[in-house]
């Protein structure tokens, strides 16, 4: 491998670690709700850390905006806004399955279609017979790894006489975060569709790096309304507008994970240019599978999985041995 591939897969793989652990601060809350946290964390970061970053790291921000046709920010502002949606989904599903079986689902379906539809819809990429079914081989395996871990977490639900749960209900969650996975990879749609908005920063004077940033404020105010329009209702609803005024330091908690999450794009972002021509494909699914792994990895030690029987723990295993499988053939396949 190249130094700069190398150096791509690094950074996808701290992306990997930081986004995998972007909603543990949530279980340490003990008096906001859930809508006050995703009322913060949305506006965190959604606005204030994508705007921050894009105009600490892109000169002339505004003069790149100015110079693109109106046209070119409709796919990602609405690529955004429909992730927006599956973020929602996403906060709801992690509440019901729990942290390691929602991301499974979740990122598992958003890791698969958000490499294949960029590599045979986007732009078109010269790349070798051998290098796509390297890339094939490594979304077939993650999806065993998916459906493995998918299955453990099916066993630990049933056997966890904490949380027992109806059939039905069960079902019904699975059914919302399939939906949700469906959805979550339309803000890698956004990226990889928006990148005439980095091309327009190149041309204005930025590193390819840098002008990967403009695109971020875009995609990511398109997935702030349906984020902020859900937690405010659940705050009216539930009239828990009062809460923000109980314990104010659990501020930290939704401020914490929105770091951790936006952190996470923006290395995906970088690692993408490092990745080449392949980056928003391979780079989606390799920076996919560290999330998965992390954030299973991160449900084991914060006890989620301490009454599984031993038949899940196995399947979790082997599903994380094909994630790592999955993770390496993606690594050759941006060789």
């Not at 990122?107 to 079914?133: E, W």
Request: aromatic share 12%; hydrophobic share 55%; proline share 4%.
């Amino acid at each position: 491998m190249t130094a700069a591939v190398l150096e791509g897969v690094g950074l996808t793989m701290v992306a990997g670690l930081m986004s995998g652990n972007c909603m543990l601060p949530s279980k340490f809350a003990r008096k906001w709700k859930w809508e006050n946290l995703w009322l913060i964390f949305s506006v965190v970061s959604l606005v204030i850390l994508p705007w921050t970053l894009a105009l600490l790291l892109v000169d002339h921000l505004f003069a790149v905006y100015r110079g693109l046709a109106a046209a070119a920010f409709v796919t990602p502002l609405a690529f955004g806004a429909g992730w927006g949606i599956a973020q929602v989904l996403f906060g709801i599903s992690v509440r019901r399955l729990g942290l390691g079986i929602a991301y499974a689902i979740i990122v598992g379906l958003g890791a698969v279609l958000g490499t294949l539809i960029p590599l045979f819809f986007g732009p078109p990429v010269n790349i070798s017979h051998a290098t796509l079914i390297k890339i094939l081989a490594g979304v077939m395996v993650m999806i065993a790894g998916v459906a493995l871990t998918a299955i453990g977490g099916k066993k630990r639900e049933r056997s966890d006489r904490d949380e027992i749960r109806d059939e039905r209900g069960y079902v019904t969650a699975i059914l919302l975060a399939i939906l949700c996975g469906f959805m979550a990879p339309m803000l890698n749609f956004a990226f990889a569709f928006g990148q005439q908005l980095a091309q327009q920063a190149v041309l204005v004077g930025n590193t390819p790096v840098r002008a990967a940033y403009a695109v971020w404020p875009v995609a990511l105010l398109g997935g702030f309304v349906p984020n902020v329009a859900y937690s405010v209702f659940l705050l009216w609803r539930g009239r828990s507008w009062h809460i923000f005024q109980q314990d104010r330091g659990e501020v930290i908690w939704p401020t914490l994970m929105a770091v951790l999450w936006m952190g996470a794009f923006a290395l995906y972002g970088m690692s993408a240019v490092f990745l080449g021509p392949l980056g928003v494909s391979v780079g989606w699914g390799l920076f996919q599978s560290f999330m998965i792994i992390t954030a299973t990895v991160s449900g084991v030690l914060t006890a989620e999985w301490k009454s599984a029987p031993r038949s899940a723990r196995t399947l979790q295993t082997l599903g994380l041995v094909c994630l790592l499988l999955a993770t390496l053939l993606l690594s050759l396949a941006g060789h």
